[in-house]
Structures are given as C-alpha cells and as structure tokens.
C-alpha cells in the first residue's frame, strides 16, 4: 500500500531523501509520520505532518535531534511525503519507516506513539551514515 524509497550510505555532513508514496489512497488525507529504529533501540518519532485536506491545519513536529536538519513536506501532485535530511550525523543512522494513520493525534503525540496497528505502514528504507 505505501511504498518507500531513498535512503543508503552517506558520509557525515552529507543529505539524503526518503520518499513514501501510496497507489491506492490519497496522501493528503492522512497524517504522515516518519519513524526510525538503530539496532537495539525503540521506535523513534522523526517527524511527523498533519493532513493537508483542509481537516487539519498540516502542523508539523520534529524531534529535537533532528530539528533545523530535516524537512518533511508533501507533494499532493504527486501523492508523496518526502523528509529531507541535511547534516546527517552517525546517529541518524538506522532503518526508517513512513507510516499514514487518519489525522486523529496531533503530529507531536502521533510521532511519540507510532501506532503501528492502525493505518498504512511502508517496507523500510536503511539510512547509514559513515564517519
């Protein structure tokens, strides 16, 4: 249902893409959050964007990490949610994953519960970073 795409090696200071694109739902309808889990550690809120139908006001929220270095925006034309990732750091790295859940959590609160059991949820991309 949703697929991903972007991701790879980077060296420190480089940037990176992840997109999330759906075939068969309408994006803009859905709040979309981007997710990230390193080995050994839990689920992680990256980022996280309201719905942009008019149904919500299409806030965002970025974790603390990561503010100032990444953006994520919509595409509508294209059914896409993209997160720009500037300055990455080795800490960055770990497999992402985008997942669209109904705009029902705030983006902040959707980012800190990763409801995984709900809504739509992309394969993973892997993100490394290399010092």
């Known amino acids: 249902q949703i697929v991903q795409s972007g991701g790879g090696l980077v060296q420190t200071g480089g940037s990176l893409r992840l997109s999330c694109t759906a075939s068969r739902f309408s994006l803009e309808h859905y709040a979309i959050g981007w997710f990230r889990q390193a080995p050994g550690k839990e689920d992680e809120g990256v980022s996280c964007?309201?719905?942009?139908?008019?149904?919500?006001?299409?806030?965002?929220y970025y974790l603390a990490a990561v503010e100032g270095r990444f953006t994520v925006s919509r595409d509508n034309a294209k059914n896409t949610v993209n997160l720009e990732m500037n300055d990455l750091k080795s800490e960055d790295t770990a497999t992402y994953y985008c997942g669209a859940v109904p705009p029902s959590l705030t983006p902040e609160r959707f980012c800190a519960v990763a409801p995984r059991h709900i809504g739509h949820w992309g394969q993973g991309s892997q993100v490394t970073v290399s010092s």
């Open positions: 964007i309201n719905s942009s139908d008019g149904s919500s006001d299409g806030s965002t």
